[in-house]
């Protein structure tokens, strides 16, 4: 070997103990994409919706083993099925964990010989699960003969004084909303015929809350019948009811027993003690929803496991932690129990989403942000992996503001793990309907969502100091976007827009080691200047505009200081005393006023952040608070 190649081998070696280059975003997702296994991907799917279709806790118990089996042999670690507590008592934040469930049979019948069995026979949870609502009660051994009462939606303002004892509510609306009516009312149970898509004219909603007081059933429920027909049935029930009384069969074979409700996590591990995290739901009826998210997550993993075993991805600098629960009820006893790994975990993907067609319109992939409290480098990094992926392969993609309804809640201050969401339509409506199977899955669409997903995962769990300057300069590009919409509403929307976006570069301090954030943040603090230049610019393009509604000037007076993590669902508290006010599980104000809330800001200044975030609105800030601290879910800071 001659001297100069011998010096020019030195010159471009790293030096000694210096970290290696990590890979680029573009490598990782080359190897992702050659690695994946669509096969095995949509195997996973199948195995999945196999069980859960069923939606009662012995087979969700059969799933989670199946998945742990399955994440053994792809080589994952530390691998673990949790058996939460499904007792509809136990608590984790303030949500009511629900009873377990089970059904042996269940079978509903028109008693009229006049028409074929086919006819006849309007619900058998054996052929098609989803003709039983989840939770629904039991009947004695021989079934029980009911008349048949159709309930309007006219008819829910009065559904409580009506008298409905001993009858089946035909109902219009889902009936898992107005379960306490019926309650009230003295029904025997209900019939559904409200479906998100009508079309399917041989699909069954799946009912999936029965609480009276909330989504699960608990042990302050009341165990009503509980069935789901398709529009066709619903069709002839109201032309026989139209001829006059309708009776039916109905036989329920089914048990509430307090027992558990499981979830899966294992990892990929890193050589550092910092995690990232992807969920995905089981105990869900669809192959869309969320078979795929089970199967997207855990082959992105699987890829990921493959690719650093054969040495083209180095080991990263964090653990990468799969976690397939129960939606929220999972995920909030795994934060609950794992108070110092959640500490550790830097960021998240939730995975709750269909994989359907490409052939179809609306199918294409949204992503949505964190909630403005927890502004993060994530937001404007989920969409560059999508950008980059999704052009690879010509298919379109979309970015969506946050919103309640899922696993996101993670983000909030409180748990403090910055998590965006993948989420796509599936064509033909067939969200929470028994027509969501696996033959509508496209394997092209779950390839895209678990391919994004391992490259997400990955390149956080790899980061080190570079990669947090690269984000940042992300982060300010997308802070320029969101700073040009505030431009539109006003200077207080401007100024508001600069703070969170700040917020929004600073957060990749956290890749760093506690010892280097300070040297690191000097480093991009000439991004933060940039975007306080470009607020100031803008400033004179800005018209008087009709600000924000004022708090009342009471609220000035009070701080919330919350009790416990995560949204308040009020499914302890009895429906008639919740008065005007809604359940805080999925209702968007409540939710993001409450991760406001931090028992330094006054109730005036929640309010306003909430109106930034979310818009102008006359919710009554201060009645609400109030109902929570009398109902003991917050307190007032004296």
Known sequence: ?????????????????????????????????????????????????????????????ATAEYLKAEMEKAGLRDVEIVGAPADGVTQSGFWTMPLAWDVKSARLEILDSSLSEANRVLADYEKVPASLGMW??????????????????????RLGQMDLRGKLALTEVNPANIKWLLVKAGALGAINTFTENPSLADGRQWVNAWGDDGWAFTRRSTPLLCFSITPRQASLVRKLLARGPVRVRAAVDARYYPGTYPYVTAVVPGTGPEEVLTLGHIAEQGAQDNATGVAATLEALGTLRRLIEAGKLPRPKRSIRILTMGEMYGSMHYVEHNRERIRRTVAAMCVDTPAASYDLAGTEYSFYMNPHVAKDFTDAFILEVAASH????????????????????????????????????????????????????????LRDISVIDAAFLYYIANAGEQEALWLARLSESRGYRQMLKAVEQSKEHLDYALDRETQAVSSVLRLAPESRREELQGKFAGVIERLRRFRDLQLARIADREEIRAAPADAAKIIVKRKRFGTIPLDDLPREQWGKFPSGAWAAIPTIALYWCDGHRNLAEVARLT???????????????????????????E
């Open 136 to 157: 629904s009660g039991s009947t004695p051994p021989g079934g029980v003969t009911a008349e048949i009462v159709e309930v309007k939606k006219a008819d829910i303002g």
């Open 1 to 61: 070997m001659n001297l100069f190649l011998c010096v020019f081998l030195l010159a471009a070696s790293p030096a000694a103990g210096a970290e290696p280059a990590a890979p680029s975003l573009e490598t990782i997702l080359r190897n992702v994409r050659a690695a994946y296994n669509s096969g095995q991907a949509m195997d996973y799917m199948r195995h999945a919706y196999a069980n859960d279709r069923y939606f009662t806790f012995p087979r969700f118990q």
């Open 390 to 445: 999704l052009r690879a392969v010509g298919r379109p993609w979309h970015e969506k503001p946050f919103t309640t309804g899922t696993d996101t809640y993670l983000a909030e201050p409180m748990v403090g793990i910055p998590t965006v969401w993948g989420y796509s339509g599936s064509g033909v409506e067939t969200h929470h309907n028994s027509e969501d199977t696996p033959g509508r899955v496209d394997e092209r669409s």
């Open 611 to 637: 109106q930034l975030e979310l818009g102008r609105t006359d919710f009554d800030f201060v009645g609400y608070f109030r109902f929570l601290r009398q109902h003991n879910y917050v307190d007032f800071v």
